[in-house]
């Protein structure tokens, strides 16, 4: 694979520019297993006399939909749909949507870096979907409930709002140089129109995510409790 520039699309929103992720080398993700579920591994038995596996097995067996490292086309290897990616560190994760299979930069629709949690949507007429070094790609049910929490690490990645993280005000206080970003999304989409409201701030930072959000998410930031 050639040399990819790992910068996400970024744009203006009001005055607030959209957080800058770090320029990562492409990684030789060979896409080793792709598709096949994972479940190659379990595919082996290793007791003689189990000829069934118990309902925890395979549910985490349909949890993990693809490898976190591979080009993988939409329709043939992976399904439309929205998927999580967990446990990534220092932003060396990269995905990206495209348009087609050229690796041209007219051919990218969205990509971003990945500190902790990931969610991305991919859509149906996405030809390729391409991820490196990341953790495996988890499907989302969309109807899932959760134990939402009241607080969350400063570089938590994208949480999903009323399932990872509750509605509420939240505060994160002693950020530096602009360090911290956050953001408001309706969807997983990562497009302009999925934002709703991001910032950058230095010190103290205050920001309400409502019920009706889509999605939070935080890098470089100290940690969040929820004040209210």
């Not at 050229?102 to 030809?127: F, H, I, P, R, W």
């Not at 999605?215 to 470089?220: A, E, L, M, R, V």
């Given at each position: 694979?050639?040399?990819?520039?790992?910068?996400?699309?970024?744009?203006?929103?009001?005055?607030?520019?959209?957080?800058?992720?770090?320029?990562?080398?492409?990684?030789?993700?060979?896409?080793?297993?792709?598709?096949?579920?994972?479940?190659?591994?379990?595919?082996?038995?290793?007791?003689?006399?189990?000829?069934?596996?118990?309902?925890?097995?395979?549910?985490?067996?349909?949890?993990?939909?693809?490898?976190?490292?591979?080009?993988?086309?939409?329709?043939?290897?992976?399904?439309?749909?929205?998927?999580?990616?967990?446990?990534?560190?220092?932003?060396?994760?990269?995905?990206?949507?495209?348009?087609?299979?050229?690796?041209?930069?007219?051919?990218?629709?969205?990509?971003?870096?990945?500190?902790?949690?990931?969610?991305?949507?991919?859509?149906?007429?996405?030809?390729?979907?391409?991820?490196?070094?990341?953790?495996?790609?988890?499907?989302?049910?969309?109807?899932?409930?959760?134990?939402?929490?009241?607080?969350?690490?400063?570089?938590?990645?994208?949480?999903?709002?009323?399932?990872?993280?509750?509605?509420?005000?939240?505060?994160?206080?002693?950020?530096?140089?602009?360090?911290?970003?956050?953001?408001?999304?309706?969807?997983?989409?990562?497009?302009l129109d999925s934002i709703i409201?991001?910032?950058?701030?230095?010190?103290?930072?205050?920001v309400t995510i409502s019920a009706?959000?889509?999605?939070?998410?935080?890098?470089?930031?100290?940690?969040?409790?929820?004040?209210?």
């Open positions: 694979m050639g040399m990819k520039g790992k910068i996400t699309l970024g744009a203006v929103v009001g005055i607030v520019v959209i957080g800058a992720v770090s320029a990562n080398a492409g990684s030789d993700g060979d896409g080793g297993g792709s598709g096949d579920n994972g479940s190659s591994a379990s595919a082996d038995r290793s007791t003689g006399g189990d000829k069934k596996k118990t309902d925890t097995e395979e549910a985490a067996e349909k949890k993990v939909a693809f490898g976190g490292d591979g080009d993988f086309e939409v329709g043939t290897d992976i399904k439309p749909g929205t998927y999580r990616t967990t446990g990534n560190t220092d932003g060396m994760c990269y995905w990206e949507r495209a348009k087609d299979s050229s690796g041209e930069m007219d051919s990218l629709l969205a990509n971003d870096n990945v500190t902790g949690t990931g969610y991305v949507t991919v859509k149906a007429t996405d030809k390729l979907f391409s991820s490196s070094d990341c953790g495996d790609w988890e499907a989302v049910d969309e109807k899932a409930k959760g134990s939402p929490a009241s607080k969350m690490t400063g570089d938590a990645g994208m949480l999903r709002v009323g399932v990872d993280i509750a509605p509420g005000t939240y505060k994160s206080t002693g950020n530096t140089d602009d360090s911290c970003y956050w953001e408001r999304a309706k969807d997983a989409g990562h497009s409201a991001n910032n950058n701030v230095t010190g103290t930072a205050v009706s959000d889509g999605y939070f998410k935080t890098s470089g930031c100290q940690d969040w409790k929820k004040s209210a």
